[in-house]
């Protein structure tokens, strides 16, 4: 007979739940939020799932159908080269997110070593990141952006790098701020009273008081992230050709505008819909994850 000592759950195990399931309660009284989420979570099954939703070959040039109109063959017409307006839009969306996760990701990782590193690490340290932190942000984002790819030229691996470098200096900068305020903390002199180790005190004390804020900042980088990759392609300094991607549909029907303005409205609704859905997704888990504008429960 099993004992109820030995079904009981760990307390650890029991907390972290409860704050999961009041997580989710605070959640779902935020309809903005609850929307972002439905939105998110749509535009990333269609990402995965693009190949089996496309009805044609979005890089296959017909000649007959250039600048079709909206049909039942192609549901949001033709290019100037005749390809599926449609099937590029579905296929395309895969570019955007994967700029967006990839670069993100990668400016997260590593902002966050370095913020720990310039935070509790020795003073003139902290002051040579810092420094390194605001010359990267002292170049105008765009300008820079332009400067790296005419250097390393346009491709989707100059994209995330150039994010990811332009990025990692705010999420560092934060962690930077976080570690600073709990390493003068009192549960963290005892640590180091009962001789605890620093990689012990960064990984049970500081790293996950740092991670909620981080995670506000990264799903509300998203959708800046998505408008620059989407910019760079429309300059022709993304992907590139016959690559589907949003930026460069939009180029597309911004140069076909006068007889062809469902290109420009079907590249556009994709970019509207993502910045909004990660944006309103930001802000609920900002509200939830900020005392300062938690609500009552």
């Known amino acids: 007979m099993v004992s109820v000592e030995a079904i009981r759950p760990e307390p650890n195990d029991a907390m972290a739940t409860g704050a999961f399931r009041t997580f989710l309660r605070q959640f779902r009284k935020n309809r903005l939020g609850m929307l972002g989420a439905v939105l998110v979570i749509l535009i990333a ?33 033709t ?29 997260l990782a590593v902002g966050l070593v370095l913020g720990l590193i310039a935070g509790f690490g020795p003073r003139w340290l902290d002051n040579l990141l ?6 990267i ?34 999420y560092a900068r934060v962690v930077r701020t976080q570690t600073e305020a709990l390493r003068s903390s009192e549960y963290v002199a005892a640590e180091r009273s009962m001789g605890a180790g620093t990689t012990r005190i960064l ?5 996950p008081n740092v991670l909620g804020p981080l995670l506000i900042l990264v799903s509300m980088d998203v959708p800046a992230v998505i408008a620059v990759e ?8 993304g992907v ?15 140069s076909y505008i006068n007889q062809t303005p ?30 300062k504008l938690r609500k009552d429960l």
């Open 45 to 77: 099954a269609i990402a995965i799932f693009a190949p089996l939703m496309i009805t044609h070959d979005p890089i296959r040039i017909m000649v007959g159908p250039r600048l079709a109109a909206p049909s039942l063959d192609f549901l949001l017409g």
């Open 79 to 107: 290019d100037q080269l005749g390809r599926d307006t449609f099937s590029r839009i579905i296929m395309g969306g895969r570019i955007p997110l994967l700029v967006a996760f990839a670069s993100l990701g990668s400016s």
């Open 240 to 254: 590139r050709p016959p690559t589907p991607d949003w930026g460069a549909i939009l180029n597309d029907g911004y």
């Open 130 to 135: 810092l420094l390194v932190f605001d010359t």
């Open 137 to 170: 942000r002292s170049f105008p984002s765009i300008i820079f952006a332009l400067a790296m790819i005419a250097l390393l030229g346009p491709s989707l691996a100059s994209v995330i790098l150039v994010i990811a470098i332009t990025s990692m200096p705010i």
């Open 230 to 237: 989407a910019g760079l392609s429309f300059l022709g300094m």
């Open 203 to 207: 990984a049970v004390h500081v790293l």
């Open 262 to 291: 469902w290109l420009v409205i079907a590249s556009g609704i994709p970019i509207v819909l993502a910045t909004l859905g990660f944006t309103f997704l930001g802000e609920a888990l900002r509200d939830i994850f900020d005392p």
